[in-house]
């Protein structure tokens, strides 16, 4: 069900909310459960997203089971399972293409629709299959899917061109149960990566990660059923500090983990902006008019990619110019245009955004194209001066959790609607697929 939100900005967001599990903690966590045979994995504090209930229907395609209800799941996955996965699966959510390490150390085999691009870049998954290659796959491109088989699969040393979070991942979960070890080197450090190796490690896999870009797994022969317990999400604790530094308020988010969001908050305190940081929370308060900063995505510790576009619509209110560089993804600037709608002043300039203060935004009906860029969207709706509408909120739903519920509990004027009903108005149009 498309749907769009109404939002009558204006009004400084004031309360406190809950974070959320992570959603890019809780997808390759429900991976891993691939590797288990006769087994279950308990896992906790699992966001209700639809990316979440996707990979669940992934999972229920293949042959588990998967209960899940009030944030905790449940996956029991038998002695046989299918390697191949449903190419409308994969199409509707790139992240499926975490099933291939796992479905490959297990079966041997796997099948697996190429997941295509979307509006923030082609997204290929090289590392991915150069990776599983050394480890002695074979991979073939056939009609569009990957189609891996192996004899056993074999430790190897591989060095990351680049530390993808995917690919880390996924070669982590194919050496497993490979023979020897492997050492992956240049990996990714995000803060899930290591809620999977604790995940993994509770089944029964020998790991070791010391946070460094390097992470040593020798094989075993079997895991067990295991429990495991999602982080916060850090990329949506950001997205409510920045609205409420954008409406000028006062915000508080719980039950956090303050190391895994320093970046952003050196970044707001450059700006000015007056926060308070407690062992498991953090708030936002009201205070000057921030001003402009300027920073570069990075892959973690840096700034992350994922809070561009919603630090850009903070810094869209800034006094000065600021610039932005996003170095993670080739074209992640799609909100750049809805955000000029609403009285912006951003100046692309190749891989980088001037961004020049304004007074305020104004209200306009704008489209979200990825869930990070329509969150940024509905930042700027709520710190316009009068009414905004946000298209295919369907891109939001993926990534945040009970949005509209959290922003009224801050006190913000939102409505949620379905566009199903109005005859085919189903917002702007705009290409793509999500991703
Ligand atoms: C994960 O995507 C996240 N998704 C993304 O979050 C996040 O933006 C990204 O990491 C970077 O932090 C999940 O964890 C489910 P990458 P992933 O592999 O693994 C290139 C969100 O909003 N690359 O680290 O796909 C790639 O094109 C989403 O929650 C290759 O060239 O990201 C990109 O430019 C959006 N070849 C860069 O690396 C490969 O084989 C980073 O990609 C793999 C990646």
């Given at each position: 069900m498309e749907s769009k939100m109404k939002i009558i900005g204006g009004v400084p967001l004031r309360g406190s909310i809950e974070a959320q599990g992570a959603k890019n903690a809780t997808l390759p966590v429900m991976a891993a459960a691939i590797l288990l045979k006769d087994q279950k994995l308990s896992i906790s504090r699992v966001p209700d997203l639809l990316d979440v209930n996707t990979m669940a229907d992934l999972l229920r395609s293949l042959g588990a089971s998967v209960t899940f209800s009030g944030h905790e799941m449940e996956i029991s996955v038998p002695g046989e399972i299918s390697w191949e996965t449903p190419s409308d699966l994969v199409r509707k959510m790139?992240?499926?293409?975490?099933?291939l390490g796992p479905l490959l150390a297990r079966c041997g085999r796997a099948v697996m629709p190429l997941p295509g691009g979307c509006s923030i870049g082609s997204r290929p998954i090289d590392l991915h299959l150069k990776g599983l290659t050394r480890m002695g796959a074979t991979i073939e491109l056939v009609h569009g899917a990957v189609h891996a088989t192996t004899k056993g699969l074999v430790g190897s040393r591989i060095y990351l061109d680049f530390p993808s979070v995917g690919a880390t991942e996924n070669l982590m979960m194919a050496a497993v149960f490979a023979r020897g070890e492997t050492v992956l080197e240049n990996t990714a450090r995000e803060p899930e990566i290591f809620n999977l190796v604790e995940a993994l490690r509770s089944m029964g896999a020998s790991i070791e990660a010391d946070g460094t870009g390097v992470i040593r797994i020798s094989g075993v022969d079997t895991l067990h059923s295991a429990s495991s317990r999602i982080i916060p999400d850090r990329i949506e604790i950001c997205t409510y500090l920045l609205a409420g530094v954008a409406t000028g308020g006062e915000v508080t988010v719980t039950d956090i983990i303050p190391n895994h969001i320093d970046s952003l908050l050196a970044k707001l305190e450059e700006a000015g902006a007056t926060l308070k940081v407690e062992d498991s929370r953090v708030t936002v308060y009201p205070g000057e008019r921030i001003k402009s900063v300027s920073l570069k995505t990075l892959p973690?510790?840096?700034?992350?990619t994922d809070l561009q576009p919603q630090i850009m619509t903070a810094l869209c209110l800034a006094e000065g110019t600021s610039v932005i560089q996003e170095?993670?993804?080739?074209?992640?600037?799609?909100h750049v245009s809805e955000l000029n709608k609403m009285g912006a002043k951003i100046d692309i300039q190749s891989n980088s955004a001037v961004i020049t203060g304004v007074e305020r935004f104004t209200g306009a009906d704008v489209v979200a194209t990825d869930l990070r860029a329509g969150a940024a969207l509905v930042i700027a709706g709520l710190a316009a001066g009068d009414t905004t509408m946000v298209y295919h909120l369907g891109h939001i739903c993926r990534g945040y959790e009970a949005m509209e519920e959290k922003l009224l509990r801050l006190g913000a004027r939102v409505q949620v609607i379905s566009?199903?009903?109005?005859?085919?108005?189903?917002?702007?149009s705009f290409p793509g697929p999500s991703c």
């Open positions: 790139r992240a499926s293409s975490l099933v973690y510790p840096g700034f992350p170095s993670v993804f080739q074209s992640r600037f799609l566009t199903e009903k109005e005859d085919g108005k189903g917002g702007p």
